[in-house]
């Protein structure tokens, strides 16, 4: 056996070395015979020639696959895959948000009735007050300017003309102000003698006017200035005048009132821990204790209410005497049904606490006076608790009884929706509505600034053209809101332009963005591109490579004829 | 003069208010059933003006729900949290004749009252969108797909006026898919007045409610308008379930299941090998005994101090004969039936109660005395998938009407998901053993088909049982394949069919009511043709190798010229050979480079 395998071995040998000797025997005659692997391929023979059309028609065959991909395919390829990101003025939004597209002014007129006094004094104190005032204010956003009504004007006519107070001047003892509890009147005696003399340039009686003015403003002139300074408004705009003691009270109660909506929802809730009481008189305590308010409150703000009685209510805090710390978790949020209401608008929530609870306030208070004093308080935002003590066999609670925790209510329904403290009511409510209106600007200002920062942040996030509506709307009520600032108007844009921006950033498909990571798209890619990119490329390498050749033979060529 | 007002306002609402809180009322009722199981019904009902509920003043009604009913126009509202399955055979007849009842999952069926459909279909979204908030359900999930307008199973239950009526939608949604439990309870306790503080609520736990065998949660709104007096809104809330009371009585600190003891077990001595070593275990039924606080793991506190008090809270349904002790304070009261006794419980005090085990030597005896024989219902239903593979099947429905001698005609309502296409066609009702002519047995059929993605099939068919028959109800239907993403993640699970609703019609024509009972049967689980879902991966692959390949063909037969094997390079010094050399060519330079260091070197030491 072993014998007969060599014989094989010694077979397969003898054949390839005869294979061997007929190439070589092929390439011998072309090539000197020297042996070596190297000069083999040089030894082989050549194709012939190729035919020049063959060529032609293979940079044809090349060159419109290219044409193919390039024209067709890749326009394919971008129109499917592309991310719609309509066009958004974002150096414009960014402006908004920074607060160099608007400089809010509050423009105020304030008009000056001095029935008793001659046209050319009263033109002589009004230009004085003028200049008092101009000297006292330091905050440029924030300006009074007076004005003289006609002396004959009629009491009705007066609110017309849009003047945000009107002093009347009336001749008396000494010099005295007080302001119309129930109108924008600011009533200001003075001693006849105070009146100054045309070639005076100073008077006390118009610093004093001015002065009053100037206080009675004040509150508005510092919540506005806060606004603006906590919103990234340019310094300039900024008044120098907020100590941080009157910052720090004023962001305690902006964060304290409710964001500004049209509608809010008031909810008046009856909660006991036991069985009794079961029913209650809300409706009467609320129609004659709560109504007046909502209805001078209804130019800003609609109001829809709903009452009702929930028992077995156990507290979050179970011990008798509340702490500070206590009056948090009071709230059983799990299992009072307290959800805020269906629909748009935001709820207040006012809740009677049936029980006997004490509030313990902060131990330098002194104790009787708080433990009889404090019986509410309020969560920012949110609502009112109102504990009220009574007997347990009590199945009933009166309109009467209900009254001190409705007042309570009342009181604090202002300022959750941020009415300034000081001043009659219907200044309060003026400057309300200019507040509001200077918020909402500034809200709808940087939510604009946030949906620019997010497009640029995210390049792969769809931007639809309702969002580019969106923008538009918000930006031309923006700049009418800016206009018009100060005035009903104002606030009317301003809402607009706040909801529209809200709505814009909000968008729904825009959210839902799809996440597909670049793996993803290169596993996807891979499989296709790999084996029909490579042969494409290397084509068109080849083809190249084969057409500079040809260049340097013809110039060759040519340099050759040439000699 | 305001005050004046104020006052008569007081004394009109302090009128109205005594009176809504004297409407509420509460009760269960305990009935045993065959095979160790007790019944448990509890009933919450309370009203409120109509008048109060649309100033928002809700007082007592639950203001959530008021707020959502306000808010999408919904005139009249059901809702349906069921799970298990009622076991007819043995059981009987459903509690409420089946009207408190819904099909596995969550069901709900409401009026809406709208101009258009359109209208309607917007309020409906709001409607399930909100109530899904407050129950804690996947009541969003009710879509177009899974919403239908039924026209011959259901009509309202409430008095509503002329001119509502006319512009009142029904809409009804279902979601078999979806699993009741504990935190659905909790909102549902939450909308009684009394809470589950204080009266028979109290007893609801969700460990043993939802341990039950069967179980059904319903709320129930419809505007009541009593003759002369003024229209009240009344939401009714109903928990029905069966309890197993073996395993009801297990501790909850010990819930493990043990094996008897010896010397407890229960033997049926009657059998020709009973001894000691052999036991044939009685028949489950025999000697039930429990407590309520066995049952619930805790007795009444207290009683719910709104409830109305000619109402007794409690009621259970065994024999006169039977003894039952009850805690003081309540005192017991036969009803004329001899089949029930109630109990009434005094204010602020609690309730135990506790059903004594009877001892009696014969076993097939001791059944009569120790329950009500459950009543037979009008009919029994099945329903079950036939046929095989992933293309086609078949749905039958088995329809036995146990009564002797009454016909028995009802609705049966399907609304099958938009992936089951149902061939209309193939629908065939037939009596068991009848193979020649007889009369029709449907008698009418509504069907509205359904559209891919956007509507499930609607079929609902007005037939009838001849007394002591069973009818075979079948119908095909072929299974379309859904798209990659439209499958859930368990998609390998099937995907659930609602319950089928059988509304068995009034035989009075002009009777007060529309339907005398209501069952469903049981949901089904239809298997789909699933993918395998790496397919778009693979699916990308293999076209891609398809193209890859014929383009490469092509694009080389094109490209490339062909010449004689011995006239083109050499196929061995392809790659090889072209790297050898580089590499050669690279060690040179890199020595040449090396030796003309060294010479220079060299040259400027010499």
């Known amino acids: ?563 | 003069m305001r005050q004046l007002f104020s006052l008569f306002l007081a004394l009109l609402s302090a009128a109205s208010l005594s009176s809504a809180a004297s409407d509420y009322h509460e009760q269960l009722v305990l009935r045993p059933l065959p095979l160790s199981t007790l019944l448990a019904s509890f009933n919450f009902r309370s009203n409120i003006t109509l008048s109060s509920f649309e100033a928002h003043n809700f007082d007592l009604f639950p203001r959530s729900l008021a707020q959502i009913l306000q808010h999408a126009g919904t005139r009249e509202l059901h809702l349906r949290f069921s799970l298990g399955r009622w076991d007819a055979q043995s059981w009987g007849a459903r509690p409420w004749d089946g009207a408190r009842e819904g099909g596995t999952g969550v069901e709900l069926w409401a009026w809406l009252e709208a101009e258009t459909d359109e209208e309607a279909d917007q309020k409906w979204r709001t409607l399930t969108n909100a109530l899904s908030g407050l129950f804690c359900a996947s009541l969003n999930f009710i879509d177009g797909t899974r919403t239908t307008r039924p026209v011959m199973s259901f009509q309202p239950e409430g008095d509503h006026p002329n001119a509502t009526m006319e512009n009142m939608h029904l809409l009804y949604g279902v979601l078999p898919h979806e699993v009741v439990c504990t935190e659905n309870l909790t909102p549902f306790l939450k909308l009684l007045p009394c809470k589950g503080k204080a009266g028979v609520a109290s007893l609801l736990d969700g460990h043993k409610l939802f341990d039950a065998s069967w179980q059904s949660m319903a709320i129930d709104i419809r505007p009541v308008c009593p003759s002369g007096g003024e229209c009240v809104l009344e939401i009714e809330q109903t928990i029905d379930m069966v309890l197993d009371i073996e395993r009801s009585k297990r501790p909850r600190d010990n819930p493990i299941p043990r094996p008897v003891p010896d010397h407890e077990l229960k033997c049926d001595s009657s059998k020709p090998y009973h001894s000691h070593g052999t036991c044939f275990p009685t028949d489950y039924s025999a000697g039930q005994d429990w407590s309520l606080s066995q049952i619930f793991g805790k007795s009444i506190k207290e009683t719910c101090p709104l409830t109305d008090p000619s109402i007794p809270p409690v009621c259970l349904q065994v024999p006169e004969s039977r003894s039952v002790y009850a805690s003081q304070g309540s005192t017991e009261k036969k009803n004329p039936d001899r089949m029930s006794r109630c109990f009434e419980i005094e204010p602020e005090t609690g309730f135990e109660m506790i059903l004594p085990r009877i001892e009696t030597e014969d076993p097939a005896k001791s059944a009569a005395v120790e329950l009500v024989k459950p009543e037979t219902p009008l009919l029994y239903a099945e329903r079950s998938f036939t046929g095989h593979g992933q293309e086609r099947g078949g749905v039958q429905t088995i329809l036995r009407n146990p009564s002797l001698d009454t016909e028995v005609e009802f609705i049966y309502m399907e609304s099958l998901p938009w992936f089951m296409r149902i061939y209309l066609h193939t629908i065939e009702a037939r009596i068991e053993g009848h193979f020649g002519e007889q009369e029709p047995l449907i008698k009418e059929v509504y069907y509205r088909p359904a559209v891919d993605r956007a509507r499930g099939t609607q079929l609902e068919v007005r037939m009838r049982v001849p007394p002591a028959s069973t009818v075979f109800l079948t119908y095909d239907f072929e299974k379309s394949i859904l798209r990659y993403t439209e499958y859930p993640p368990d998609a390998n699970r099937g995907f659930d069919v609602a319950a089928a609703v059988i509304t068995i019609l009034n035989p009075e024509k002009n009777g007060t009511r529309f339907a005398v009972y209501n069952m469903r049967t049981t949901s089904l689980l239809c298997s789909l043709p699933t993918p395998d879902f790496s397919m778009p991966y693979n699916v990308i692959i293999f076209t891609s190798t398809a193209i890859a390949l014929a383009f490469g063909g092509m694009f080389n037969i094109l490209v490339r010229r062909f010449v004689a094997a011995d006239e083109g390079p050499e196929m061995g010094s392809t790659i090889k050979e072209k790297l050898g050399r580089r590499i050669k060519k690279l060690i040179e330079k890199l020595v040449k480079g090396k030796t003309a260091e060294k010479t220079a070197a060299v040259e400027t030491k010499g």
């Open chain 1, 1 to 563: 056996m072993p014998a007969r395998r060599q014989i094989d071995n010694g077979a397969a040998s003898a054949k390839t070395t005869s294979s061997q000797a007929t190439v070589s025997s092929i390439a011998a005659p072309n090539a000197p015979s020297n042996g070596g692997v190297a000069d083999t391929t040089s030894t082989r023979k050549q194709p012939p020639p190729e035919k020049p059309s063959d060529v032609r028609r293979r940079t044809y065959v090349i060159l419109s696959f290219w044409v193919i991909v390039v024209l067709l395919g890749l326009p394919i390829w971008w129109e499917t895959t592309t991310i719609y990101r309509a066009n958004l003025p974002l150096s414009e939004m960014l402006d908004w948000a920074d607060g160099k597209a608007c400089r809010p002014v509050f423009p105020l007129r304030i008009s000056i009735q001095a029935n008793s006094l001659h046209e050319q004094e009263a033109q002589n104190l009004l230009r004085l007050t003028q200049h008092a005032l101009d000297d006292l204010n330091d905050f440029s956003g924030h300006h009074l300017r007076l004005q003289l009504s006609p002396p004959a004007a009629k009491e009705t006519e007066k609110d017309d003309d849009g003047a945000a107070l009107t002093i009347r001047l009336i001749p008396g003892e000494s010099t005295t102000s007080t302001l119309d509890p129930y109108a924008p009147i600011l009533d200001i005696t003075y001693p006849p003698h105070t009146i100054p003399s045309p070639s005076s340039s100073s008077s006390s009686l118009a610093t004093y006017v001015a002065t009053q003015l100037r206080t009675t403003f004040a509150e508005e002139q510092a919540i506005i200035s806060y606004l603006l300074s906590s919103h990234s408004m340019p310094s300039d705009h900024r008044p120098q005048g907020l100590t941080p003691e009157a910052a720090d009270s004023l962001s305690k109660r902006t964060t304290r009132s409710l964001k500004y909506a049209p509608t809010y929802h008031l909810t008046f809730s009856l909660f006991t821990s036991g069985p009794l009481p079961s029913s209650w008189d809300i409706e009467a305590a609320i129609a004659e204790f709560m109504k007046p308010v909502l209805d001078v409150l209804s130019p800003i703000h609609n109001f829809t209410i709903d009452t009702q009685v929930q028992l077995y209510a156990t507290p979050g805090v179970q011990s008798q005497v509340l702490t500070k710390e206590d009056l948090s978790s009071f709230i059983n949020a799990a299992e009072w049904p307290l959800s805020p209401s269906i629909g748009g608008a935001p709820t207040i929530n006012f809740i009677v606490f049936v029980g006997n609870q004490t509030i313990h306030a902060a131990p330098q208070g002194t104790a009787d006076e708080t433990d009889r004093t404090s019986q509410s308080w309020l969560i920012p935002q949110w609502g009112t608790v109102y504990l009220l003590p009574l007997p347990s066999d009590t199945t009933h609670v009166s309109a009467e009884k209900l009254k001190q925790s409705l007042l309570t209510f009342t009181s604090h329904l202002l300022s959750l929706t941020g009415t300034p403290q000081s001043g009659s009511l219907p200044l309060r409510l003026s400057t309300l509505a200019r507040i509001r209106s200077a918020d909402l600007l500034l809200r709808a200002s940087s939510t604009l600034g946030s949906l620019a920062r997010l497009a640029l942040a995210l390049p792969s996030i769809s931007i639809p053209e309702s969002v580019a509506d969106g923008v538009s709307t918000t930006m031309s009520h923006l700049r009418l809101a800016c206009e018009t600032l100060g005035g009903p108007e104002g606030l009317a844009h301003a809402r607009v332009a706040e909801a529209e921006a809200e709505r814009a950033f909000f968008e729904k498909s825009m959210v839902g963005q799809l996440y597909f990571p670049d793996e993803h798209k290169l596993a996807v890619y891979i499989p296709l591109l790999g084996p029909v990119g490579v042969p494409l490329l290397l084509g068109l390498l080849n083809e190249i490579k084969a057409w500079r050749k040809r260049r340097r033979e013809r110039a060759e060529h040519a340099a050759k004829k040439r000699e």
